[in-house]
């Protein structure tokens, strides 16, 4: 067992010991002061009463007065969960909490884990919208594509709270943020640069249609998947029209050279390749990256192996790889956006998401490296001041393009979101310390 593949099977085993030992992730614990049991005659019964009498005359106060204005769904099928595919929706519930984990700990976001069990889109369409009045925002994850793109179109639609797909927006968003500073890094310009997207999965179509929204041209574009390269003539542009017309659209789009054949075909004169296909490694390979362009700019993104290790890529010509995973240099990883962006849609008590606000974060997040270089083309997770940085542009931004409940400056809202993650994180740390979290068994190691 080689050393990448023997650090992920440690993971592996840590991850299922720890899970035993700690039986979840998260817990609830009130926000208010409970002083004796009379208390209850205000924050219960009889006195909330007259709160859902006011929220139910205007019921927009229902986020300014629960906890809806920071409340997440985070909403799955368990159809296609990270890399191991349709596992069900117990089985996806370990990785929702792990999700939530990181929504309260880097956004002070508390999101909660909703795994379905429904059997077509519109049963999740139906059971979603249901639950819009608990939450003021939903994130969904791990569904099957196709029908990923149906759900997330109906619901951002008909809904009036924010709804994001992260697998699609995260994953698009973070790959145009490193992908600002690695064409800083080589001298090039988004409208001009040749793009190959591999894989035409719910992460790739996202990011075409990002790409257009941050000034790519369609025509430079190749998109690839399983049947090669993605082109108007192909054999199942008819299938494809009827049950994907996202992907249907961007293949009439995209590749104005018309260019035909399997996916390696599509490497030949490349300047970019952002990979979201099928985990590897061995998936890309490196003579593909040989046939690019000078400087070339790799993005494999599989989980939990990447197409192609970065040693390789790097060995065969390319000049900046970013991976998924936090043990490579640019881990390019949606945990780096959508708390930023939660927070910032959650504090403009927000109606909606869309591409133009999407673009203003993933410029902020590549703006937030001052220095970039090949090896730093993204900011860390540990680099704590992004997450409100984020926040602030993104809640301006719902501002500028009328989406927004509550309007403010960006500097009001960089400092509304700066105290909601800064109180959150010492109160974690506060009982962190106090030890009233059990410590890692083993040690940790």
């Not at 790519?216 to 574009?221: R, V, W």
Request: aromatic residues 8%; proline residues 6%; glycine residues 8%.
């Amino acid at each position: 067992m080689d050393s990448n593949a023997s650090r992920t099977a440690k993971f592996d085993e840590l991850a299922i010991v720890y899970s035993e030992y700690y039986k979840g992730k998260i817990q609830t614990i009130p926000k208010v002061p409970v002083r004796h049991l009379s208390d209850f005659s205000f924050w219960y019964t009889p006195g909330v009463a007259a709160v859902s009498l006011k929220i139910a005359k205007e019921i927009d106060l229902s986020f300014e007065m629960t906890g809806k204005w920071n409340n997440v769904a985070i909403i799955t099928d368990g159809t296609r969960v990270l890399g191991i595919g349709n596992v069900g929706p117990e089985a996806s519930l370990p990785v929702m909490e792990g999700k939530a984990l990181i929504f309260n700990f880097l956004g002070g976001v508390n999101a909660t884990p909703v795994p379905i069990r429904v059997h077509s889109k519109d049963e999740f369409i139906a059971t979603a919208k249901a639950l819009e009045p608990s939450f003021g925002g939903f994130n969904l994850e791990d569904i099957e594509s196709p029908k990923c793109f149906f759900i997330l179109e109906e619901l951002q639609k008909s809904l009036s709270i924010p709804t994001w797909h992260d697998d699609q927006l995260g994953t698009a968003c973070i790959s145009l943020a490193g992908l600002f500073n690695s064409l800083k890094l080589t001298n090039r310009k988004i409208e001009e640069a040749k793009i190959i997207l591999m894989g035409s999965g719910a992460a790739n179509i996202a990011t075409a249609f990002l790409l257009f929204a941050a000034g790519a041209k369609p025509g430079n574009i190749l998109m690839t998947d399983s049947h090669g390269i993605l082109e108007p003539e192909r054999s199942d542009m008819d299938k494809l029209m009827l049950n994907n017309p996202w992907k249907y659209q961007l293949a009439i789009k995209t590749n104005s050279e018309r260019l035909k054949g399997p996916e390696e075909y599509a490497f030949k004169g490349a300047d970019v390749v952002i990979a979201a296909s099928k985990p590897g490694p061995g998936t890309i390979k490196p003579e593909w990256i040989r046939s690019m362009n000078t400087d070339a700019i790799v993005f494999a993104l599989a989980n939990p192996n990447p197409e192609i290790w970065p040693d390789d890529a790097l060995a065969n010509g390319a000049k900046i790889v970013a991976t998924g995973r936090s043990d490579f240099h640019n881990q390019v990883n949606n945990s780096l956006v959508f708390p930023g962006v939660f927070r910032g849609i959650l504090d403009a008590r927000s109606r909606g998401v869309n591409f133009d606000v999407m673009v203003s974060a993933s410029k902020e997040i590549a703006d937030f490296v001052k220095e970039p270089s090949p090896e730093k083309i993204v900011p860390s997770m540990d680099e704590w001041e992004l997450y409100p940085t984020v926040a602030s542009a993104v809640a301006y931004k719902t501002v500028e393009l009328g989406l927004a409940r509550k309007i403010d400056s960006r500097e009001g809202f960089r400092k509304t979101a700066s105290e909601i993650i800064e109180t959150n994180r010492k109160l974690y740390l506060k009982v962190l310390d106090d030890k009233l979290i059990k410590d890692l068994p083993g040690g940790g190691k």
